[in-house]
């Protein structure tokens, strides 16, 4: 028997579970499991890894200015642009309302050069995501209008290792850092120092 229907069913119900209906980015669910297995692949390979906490900044003025629907299109061109600026084997992850979750995972086994190559990656999205954005918004039945908007991230990244840290734990030092940087004033980068 044909059985493509179903396996298109399976397919559909796997995408449904495992990412972000809007931006077809991972959701919390795959998120953890990545995280997973890059701590395990860190235990293993004795690299370290990244953690990036990412909430965009001036979000909340363009929805309320014009709609949720424009916000929608934001959110999808900044998950387009993260994803540009990491490689295949990292994940960025849509944590919920304009906050992103990057991984980045096998990157040196010295601390401060893994701190390095993440300070460059998250410097690149935080240029990335500062470019302007064009969003078209359709009307029906009339001419569609374009909205720019200017939209900038405060980012907090911690880096792992082995399994020194919990998932819980990682999480809530780079949102502990990402305060920080809308604290120092925003559309900038702080890393999680511990105490």
């Known amino acids: 028997t044909d059985i493509t229907e179903r396996k298109r069913m399976e397919d559909q ?14 959701n919390r669910h795959l998120l953890h499991d990545r995280l997973t297995q890059a701590m395990a692949a860190s235990k293993r390979s004795g690299c370290h890894g990244a953690l990036m906490f990412l909430d965009l900044d001036n979000f909340k003025p363009l929805n309320d200015a014009h709609g949720h629907d424009v916000g929608d299109l934001l959110l999808i061109v900044a998950a387009e642009r993260l994803k540009k600026c990491v490689r295949q084997t990292d994940t960025v992850a849509r944590f919920g309302g304009d ?34 954005y064009l969003l078209t918004i ?52 702080r890393f999680y120092e511990s105490k």
């Open 99 to 132: 906050e992103f979750v990057v991984m980045l995972s096998e990157l040196d086994t010295d601390r401060a050069e893994s701190a390095a190559q993440a300070g460059i990656v998250a410097e690149k999205i935080r240029i990335a995501l500062s470019e302007p």
């Open 138 to 189: 359709r009307h029906e039945g009339k001419a569609d209008t374009t909205v720019e908007h200017r939209c900038t991230a405060s980012i907090g990244v911690v880096l792992f290792i082995d399994h020194e840290a919990s998932q819980e734990d990682l999480l809530k030092w780079a949102d502990t850092a990402m305060y920080q940087a809308k604290d120092t004033g925003r559309n900038s980068i």
């Open 13 to 26: 119900v796997h995408q449904m579970a495992f990412s972000d209906s809007l931006t077809n980015l991972p």
